[in-house]
């Protein structure tokens, strides 16, 4: 059930009425203008139900401004349904531009960025045209269609938001994505943190990218932290977090180069299993269990250890095998 969490007088999150991991939240943000922070997909929350939000809340149904943290589907892809019947100006960073593109281009099923991940992942789908067709049906009744549209402004890091009594700092985390932004309020102390946190660096992007967007987070004074899936988090408790997962990053590199100490040159898979244990236990959960990505995710890791020379690879037999250097 979707629930509306009051967070000031004018500022209220939506969390999904679908599954909170697979659907986004939405904030909403009634000032001077009414502002959407992330616009769900075009089925959730969708035009109808943010109609009704704003009546209940005795606010005009209108939307000045949406706000887009990151291109991810679950976070942007209502914008363009919310933008043909409200008409709001969407802001996003520039490098979301190209990612709305990719999305549209989904429908050829060509550049769809997720195959790279589903392909490494369930192999099987590289070679059956099938489950491919049947993956894109399946992903887009559960996240709706998707069509091309402009961005108002492209935002970088520093820019600044006035919206009245919220005056938004933009702060580029890339690392989940490439073009994640958080939204920073200096005077009110919240933080709306995306998915940084306790998500994970993903397609098309590096761990040195999501550790220097974590340190830039952590040491803004911050006292809500309202993440893109779930409830507001405060943030004495959410610091924490973002603190254990850089050092349990360091960890998985750590034993990485343990692990090629011990056994010599090793393929990516062999040493999932044993670098993830007990580190990063919710992405873990998430990622390596349900997902079976560890492959995916551990590359991330040797890809910087690579570039940090401290390991190399070698294609051997069609296999990519790593050593220490
Ligand atoms: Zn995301």
Redesign the pocket.
């Known amino acids: 059930m979707p629930k509306l969490y009051k967070i000031t007088k004018n500022l209220f999150t939506l969390t999904p009425s679908s599954n909170i991991y697979s659907s ?1 939240n939405v904030n909403f943000l009634i000032d001077k203008k009414i502002t959407l922070i992330d616009a769900g997909t075009s089925n959730d929350p969708g035009p109808r139900n943010i109609r009704k939000i704003l009546n209940s809340l005795g606010v005009p149904p209108r939307i000045d401004l949406i706000l887009i ?2 291109s ?1 589907v ?2 942007f892809t209502g914008a363009k349904k919310l933008k043909k019947v409200f008409n709001p100006q969407i802001f996003a960073h520039y490098l979301t531009e190209q990612a709305i593109k990719q999305y549209s281009d989904f429908r050829n099923l060509g550049s769809f960025e997720y195959w790279e991940f589903i392909e490494k992942t369930f192999p099987i789908v590289r070679k059956t045209h099938f489950i491919k067709y049947l993956i894109s049906f399946m992903y887009r009744r559960s996240f709706g269609n998707f069509e091309e549209f402009q961005l108002d402004k492209k935002l970088k890091e520093g820019d600044e938001i006035n919206l009245g009594s919220f005056n938004f700092r933009i702060i580029f985390t890339p690392g ?2 490439p073009d ?1 932004i958080c939204l920073y309020e200096p005077n009110k102390k919240i933080l709306f943190s ?2 940084m946190i306790p ?1 994970t660096p ?1 397609i098309h992007t590096s761990i040195s990218d999501f550790r220097s967007s974590i340190k830039k987070l952590i040491n803004l004074d911050v006292k809500l932290a309202i993440r ?1 899936h779930g409830k507001p988090q405060i943030w004495q408790e959410e610091k924490p977090r973002y603190m254990h997962f850089l050092k349990d990053m360091d960890i998985a590199k750590l034993r990485i180069l343990k692990i090629l100490k011990l056994k010599g040159p090793q393929t990516a898979h062999r040493m999932a299993n044993s670098v993830f244990q007990r580190t990063h236990l919710i992405h873990k959960t998430i990622y390596t269990n349900l997902m079976r990505v560890s492959v995916f995710w551990i590359l991330k890791y040797l890809e910087e250890l690579e570039e940090q020379g401290k390991i190399k690879s070698q294609l051997i037999k069609n296999r990519l095998i790593f050593s220490l250097k």
């Open positions: 986004a943290t990151h991810h679950d976070h989940h994505s994640s995306g998915d998500y993903y893109g």
